[in-house]
T-cell receptor
Framework: NAGVTQTPKFQVLKTGQSMTLQCAQD?????MSWYRQDPGMGLRLIHY???????DQGEVPNGYNVSRSTTEDFPLRLLSAAPSQTSVYFC??????????FGSGTRLTVV | GNSVTQMEGPVTLSEEAFLTINCTYT??????LFWYVQYPGEGLQLLLK???ADDKGSNKGFEATYRKETTSFHLEKGSVQVSDSAVYFC????????????WGLGTSLAVNP
């Protein structure tokens, strides 16, 4: 039982490049979310999904897109990377008891 | 609105010392309260939770009691170990808020041998 799997673990992008951060969960959770973690700012919600085909914006959605075609997968797309998007990104899924399961994170650097 | 305030870190303790990390909240309705822990280089893990007033969550020697009268959920441990060095996050969830968690900024704990 893998829980939440994020790939890649590390990525360096040049300004203007695009990429997709992958997130998959095998717990059949309906609710999934993406956060970014920056020093001194805690966790900020980027996008979330309450089920396949349903997504919504969080606090800091600009520059990111998501889709949810299956219950298992919730990829995060960076459309045109900017240095301000240098961060650690976490995907999480939520079970019925409100407990979140987090992936191990993707450390992204935009140069 | 809903918010969580945690004591600022970093907190530095010697092994076997008593730990308290303060967490207070404001919320509409009756929130569920959580403590998450993040070890270096890892994602966050649920440490403990409480879903109603006066509930006590506990795990791995950590405890926190949901105090509605003081809107608090302070994390305590009687004797910390070096392996407890991590960042601790307090969070709340309010029913009907699309199941989103509201997070504190985190408190870094370093335990020295």
């Amino acid at each position: 039982n893998a829980g939440v799997t994020q790939t890649p673990k590390f990525q360096v992008l040049k300004t203007g490049q695009s990429m997709t951060l992958q997130c998959a969960q095998d717990m059949n959770h309906e609710y999934m979310s993406w956060y970014r973690q920056d020093p001194g700012m805690g966790l900020r919600l980027i996008h979330y999904s309450v089920g396949a085909g349903i997504t919504d914006q969080g606090e800091v959605p600009n520059g990111y897109n998501v889709s949810r075609s299956t219950t298992e997968d919730f990829p995060l797309r960076l459309l045109s990377a900017a240095p301000s998007q240098t961060s650690v990104y976490f995907c999480a899924s939520q079970g019925a008891n409100y407990g979140y399961t987090f992936g191990s994170g993707t450390r992204l650097t935009v140069v | 609105g809903n918010s969580v305030t945690q004591m600022e870190g970093p907190v530095t303790l010697s092994e076997e010392a008593f730990l308290t990390i303060n967490c207070t909240y404001t919320a509409t309705g009756y929130p569920s309260l959580f403590w998450y822990v993040q070890y270096p280089g890892e994602g966050l893990q649920l440490l403990l939770k409480a879903t109603k007033a006066d509930d006590k969550g506990s795990n791995k020697g950590f405890e926190a009691t949901y105090r509605k009268e003081t809107t608090s959920f302070h994390l305590e441990k009687g004797s910390v170990q070096v392996s407890d060095s991590a960042v601790y996050f307090c969070a709340l969830s309010v029913a009907g808020n699309n199941r989103k968690l509201i997070w504190g900024l985190g408190t870094s704990l370093a335990v020295n041998p």
